[in-house]
């Protein structure tokens, strides 16, 4: 079982450009959400999709959108990007209540 | 929302001495889990543990629901144990703001 994966690792965009991450789910897992990880920080929810809707979503500006495929798996969308978009992006997996996150996509908005 | 509250913020301890860590919750919850952070920003799974307790190795956990609190405990701690660990709960996983563990050598 490969677990979460996350691609890219690393990312490197300007302000006021798209960036699109992914999220390949845990086998067998049908929601998955995402997370938005500033330094020292702990993780803050950005939304969640369970059978390829937006279940529940955080307090994040409409700039940030996802998908969520037949597969299960997800891309995170985020628009005109701003310098306080870097962080560290993490995506969790979950069938029922335990969830299991990917290794993060680090991006950095200069 | 629900509001987690973790502590301490910081712990340092030399390697072999025991910590207890504490997770404080607002209002009640259906799901509770234990991350431990590593260098990289992978969170990894310690404990799912929504009540109860729990033991793997030299960590346990122990959560009463009814107090609204979870407590870990890391037991002849080692450097490896170094890391942030966060506590975080419900179905959107509302996250504390992370213990931050030293353990020296």
């Known amino acids: 079982d490969a677990g979460v994966t996350q691609s890219p690792t690393h990312l490197i965009k300007t302000r006021g450009q798209q960036v699109t991450l992914r999220c390949s789910p845990k086998?067998?897992?049908?929601?998955v959400s995402w997370y938005q990880q500033a330094l020292g920080q702990g993780p803050q929810f950005i939304f969640q999709?369970?059978?390829?809707?937006?279940?529940q979503r955080g307090n994040f500006p409409d700039r940030f959108s996802g998908h969520q495929f037949p597969n299960y798996s997800s891309e995170l969308n985020v628009n005109a990007l701003l310098l306080g978009d870097s962080a560290l992006y993490l995506c969790?997996?979950?069938?029922?209540?335990?969830?299991?996150f990917g290794q993060g996509t680090r991006l950095t908005v200069v | 929302g629900i509001q987690v509250e973790q502590s301490p913020p910081d712990l340092i301890l030399q390697e072999g001495a025991n910590s207890t860590l504490r997770c404080n919750f607002s209002?009640?919850?259906?799901?509770l889990q234990w991350f431990h952070q590593n260098p990289w920003g992978q969170l990894i799974n310690l404990f799912y543990?929504?009540?109860g307790t729990k033991q793997n190795g030299r960590l346990s956990a122990t959560t009463v629901a009814t107090e609204r609190y979870s407590l870990l405990y890391i037991s002849s701690s080692q450097t490896t144990d170094s890391g942030v660990y966060f506590c975080?709960?419900?179905?959107?996983?509302?996250f504390g703001a992370g213990t931050r563990l030293t353990v020296k050598p």
């Open positions: 975080a709960v419900e179905v959107d996983m509302r």
């Open positions: 209002d009640s919850v259906n799901n």
């Open positions: 969790a997996s979950s069938l029922g209540s335990e969830a299991f």
């Open positions: 086998s067998g897992h049908d929601t």
């Open positions: 543990i929504p009540s």
């Open positions: 999709y369970y059978e390829e809707e937006e279940r």
